[in-house]
């Protein structure tokens, strides 16, 4: 998340702190400033929903993985034009979105080059559709589908990828 009083990205494990303050973490992570609330902890305000980092692939690799699985809420390839904003919030929110995009593909370039160079093994996992054009919009039974439907395409492109270039494997675990 980032720490806005410090001006860094800070990362957090559970193995670092008790189990309710990496809930606080957790929170402060989710936090899509001015949208949502800050967390002041420790006399210092955080918040995230990405602007310091959206894909920490490479701080994985300095933890020391050695394989990484990064989900990406996107599409592999950008799939939306923008509607011309109406109002200050809706260009706001369009600005917050141009930013965090350009911030996420930042990170898995970074990613990439990091995998590369120490012999890391990087899997990136795409929606297959666009999920929505509006993130502040909460609804259980729609973002279930949208898990299941990611869940069922990773799914359908990892058997894909195991069929062309390890099928000992699949006939292992069958």
């Known amino acids: 998340m980032s720490n806005l009083s410090t001006n860094e990205v800070e990362y957090k ?3 670092e702190c008790t189990y309710n303050d990496f809930c606080d973490w957790i ?3 989710c936090n899509y400033i001015p949208f949502m609330s800050l967390l002041e902890k420790n006399g210092c305000q955080y918040a995230d929903g990405g602007f ?3 894909v920490p692939i490479r701080e994985a690799i ?3 993985a050695k394989e990484v699985d990064a989900i990406i809420l996107e599409t592999e390839v950008t799939q939306i034009n923008r509607l011309k904003s109406k109002n200050p919030f809706s260009l706001l929110f369009d600005a917050f979105d141009f930013m965090l995009e350009h911030v996420e593909r930042h990170n898995i370039t970074i990613g990439k080059l990091s995998a590369k160079q120490n012999d890391v093994k990087l899997n990136l996992y795409y ?3 666009v999920l929505t054009t509006n993130s502040l919009i909460f ?3 729609l973002m279930s589908k949208w898990w ?3 869940f069922d395409y990773a799914k359908s492109k990892n058997e894909k990828v195991m069929n062309e270039f390890r099928p000992d494997l699949l006939e292992e675990n069958s």
Request: with cysteine; aromatic share 4%.
């Open 13 to 15: 494990t559970l193995r």
């Open 27 to 29: 929170w402060a992570s």
């Open 52 to 54: 310091g980092c959206l």
């Open 62 to 64: 300095l933890r020391g």
């Open 127 to 129: 929606t297959p559709s």
């Open 139 to 141: 609804d259980k039974k």
């Open 148 to 150: 299941q439907s990611g």
